[in-house]
């Protein structure tokens, strides 16, 4: 007999400054601690001349899903993209990163806006060599259920008989982007063991059924019990919009987590080594030295 999985907590990301002119509303990371493999989910905005200029990681895979608006990215090894609306960009800081994000300034003004979802490395792959994958919006196979009133962009994993496309991080990861008619029910199945949680993006929903059901507005983090075999959403037949739902799970790891600012570590020296390491340009970020990114600059720095 499957099982559904419990709601452990519901919480609404409260919105917050970040970076330099930014606006995030963070619900791992805050709120939400000691959730591996997740370390920090942020839904940001960034408008007009804002935006992350040149910073270092180290220790950690970064998830970026744009879900308007553009965003650049270029790095100390030469890399640089853009990803538009519907593009994910996984990047792999492992030993060490310098990078900057900046947001495009569209003509019409409205902001960029998407989703940061930072999870752990596995402690013998903290110190592999940093790598980036990007996925389009056009590569992301999509399952249909209910009828159609239901669609699931399969980003990672498996929905519906729809696999996606390829594996984009090294920590085992899935994640669904779930649009919901009025009347749309789904049951998606997850990983047995694995931490699951679900981020509101817009609408009312349903999670559960029965006597264990709950409504959830927009902008919360549910957060999943770890036993259970599937999640259930719905939206009621009478809803006025449609609601739309990502919904994550991944595979805990079983290490500490140390974490100062963008070095994410399993030891205070390791933390200790990784600032030393930036300060003196050294093991894996030799690069550093002398080096700026050009979209940077668009912030006068």
């Given at each position: 007999?499957?099982?559904?999985?419990?709601?452990?907590?519901?919480?609404?990301?409260?919105?917050?400054?970040?970076?330099?002119?930014?606006?995030?509303?963070?619900?791992?990371?805050?709120?939400?601690?000691?959730?591996?493999?997740?370390?920090?989910?942020?839904?940001?905005?960034?408008?007009?001349?804002?935006?992350?200029?040149?910073?270092?990681?180290?220790?950690?895979?970064?998830?970026?899903?744009?879900?308007?608006?553009?965003?650049?990215?270029?790095?100390?090894?030469?890399?640089?993209?853009?990803?538009?609306?519907?593009?994910?960009?996984?990047?792999?800081?492992?030993?060490?990163?310098?990078?900057?994000?900046?947001?495009?300034?569209?003509?019409?003004?409205?902001?960029?806006?998407?989703?940061?979802?930072?999870?752990?490395?596995?402690?013998?792959?903290?110190?592999?060599?940093?790598?980036?994958?990007?996925?389009?919006?056009?590569?992301?196979?999509?399952?249909?259920?209910?009828?159609?009133?239901?669609?699931?962009?399969?980003?990672?994993?498996?929905?519906?008989?729809?696999?996606?496309?390829?594996?984009?991080?090294?920590?085992?990861?899935?994640?669904?982007?779930?649009?919901?008619?009025?009347?749309?029910?789904?049951?998606?199945?997850?990983?047995?063991?694995?931490?699951?949680?679900?981020?509101?993006?817009?609408?009312?929903?349903?999670?559960?059924?029965?006597?264990?059901?709950?409504?959830?507005?927009?902008?919360?983090?549910?957060?999943?019990?770890?036993?259970?075999?599937?999640?259930?959403?719905?939206?009621?037949?009478?809803?006025?919009?449609?609601?739309?739902?990502?919904?994550?799970?991944?595979?805990?790891?079983?290490?500490?987590?140390?974490?100062?600012?963008?070095?994410?570590?399993?030891?205070?020296?390791?933390?200790?080594?990784?600032?030393?390491?930036?300060?003196t340009a050294s093991n894996g970020f030799e690069r550093t030295r002398g080096w700026e990114s050009e979209i940077g600059k668009r912030m006068g720095?």
């Amino acid at each position: 007999m499957s099982a559904a999985r419990a709601i452990r907590q519901v919480f609404l990301a409260v919105e917050q400054a970040e970076g330099v002119g930014a606006r995030v509303r963070r619900s791992i990371g805050g709120k939400l601690r000691n959730f591996s493999p997740f370390l920090m989910l942020d839904h940001f905005t960034i408008g007009k001349g804002a935006g992350f200029p040149d910073h270092p990681h180290r220790g950690q895979e970064t998830i970026t899903y744009l879900l308007s608006g553009g965003v650049d990215h270029e790095d100390f090894a030469g890399n640089k993209g853009t990803i538009g609306p519907g593009d994910l960009q996984f990047m792999t800081a492992g030993r060490g990163i310098m990078h900057a994000e900046m947001p495009h300034e569209n003509e019409d003004g409205s902001p960029n806006v998407g989703m940061q979802l930072w999870v752990d490395l596995p402690k013998e792959l903290k110190m592999c060599e940093p790598r980036y994958r990007d996925l389009r919006a056009s590569e992301i196979p999509i399952a249909k259920v209910d009828d159609g009133r239901v669609t699931v962009k399969v980003i990672s994993g498996q929905s519906h008989g729809v696999d996606s496309v390829r594996e984009l991080a090294y920590t085992p990861v899935w994640i669904f982007d779930i649009t919901i008619q009025p009347g749309g029910r789904i049951s998606q199945a997850l990983p047995q063991g694995w931490n699951a949680f679900a981020y509101t993006l817009s609408g009312d929903m349903i999670f559960g059924s029965n006597d264990s059901s709950r409504s959830v507005k927009e902008f919360h983090n549910v957060v999943f019990e770890q036993t259970g075999d599937f999640v259930e959403i719905s939206v009621p037949d009478n809803a006025d919009s449609e609601a739309r739902v990502m919904l994550v799970a991944g595979q805990p790891l079983d290490q500490k987590v140390v974490q100062y600012g963008p070095f994410v570590l399993n030891s205070q020296e390791e933390v200790y080594q990784a600032m030393l390491d930036y300060q003196t340009a050294s093991n894996g970020f030799e690069r550093t030295r002398g080096w700026e990114s050009e979209i940077g600059k668009r912030m006068g720095y």
